[in-house]
C-alpha cells in the first residue's frame, strides 16, 4: 500500500474523508510538510454500502470510488494551489479508514488525521478512526481539532 521512500526522505501522511475536520488537518499537515520539507500522501478511502437486511437496489452507474477521487482531487488541488512547491501524492484505497491509514503509516514521519469525521456521533471529540490511528500507527500521530 505504500511506497518505500529514499533514505533521508521526509513523508507526512494525512487522512481525508471530505468532513470538515479531515479538511483542517489536509491544510494543517500541508503546512506542516512545507515548514519540514516533506512529502505529503493524501489518502482517502471508500467501500460498498453493506446493510444487515434487505439489499438495496444500487443504481448502475453508481461508482464510490470516482466520487471520492473527485472529492480528493479538490482537496488536492486546493491545497497544492496554497502550496505551489509542496510534493503531494493523492491516494484512493478500497477498505475501512482505520487499517487503511495505519498501513499508510510504515516508514511515515508523522500521520495526521482530524478529530472526527463523517461517520461520528456528534459531540464526541475523538472519532473511531483517530482513536484506532493513535492506538495502532507506525509512527507518531497528530489528531488535529478544529475549531468549530
Not at 483542517?24 to 516533506?38: K, M, N, V
Amino acid at each position: 500500500m505504500t511506497e518505500t521512500s529514499a533514505p533521508g526522505a521526509r513523508r507526512i501522511v494525512v487522512g481525508v474523508d471530505g468532513s470538515v475536520s479531515s479538511l483542517a488537518a489536509l491544510a494543517w499537515a500541508a503546512r506542516q510538510a512545507e515548514l519540514t520539507d516533506s512529502a505529503l500522501e493524501v489518502v482517502t478511502t471508500w467501500e460498498w454500502p453493506s446493510s444487515l437486511g434487505w439489499a438495496m437496489p444500487v443504481p448502475e452507474d453508481f461508482d464510490p470510488e470516482a466520487d471520492v477521487r473527485r472529492s480528493l482531487d479538490a482537496a488536492v488541488e486546493s491545497v497544492q494551489a496554497a502550496h505551489p512547491g509542496l510534493s503531494v501524492q493523492a491516494r484512493v484505497i478500497a477498505g475501512h479508514p482505520a487499517p487503511v491509514l495505519v498501513e499508510a503509516s510504515k516508514g511515515a514521519d508523522l500521520l495526521v488525521v482530524g478529530s472526527r469525521g463523517h461517520g461520528e456521533f456528534v459531540g464526541m471529540v475523538l472519532g473511531s478512526v483517530s482513536e484506532h490511528c493513535a492506538a495502532h500507527a507506525h509512527c507518531p500521530v497528530l489528531v488535529h481539532r478544529s475549531r468549530a
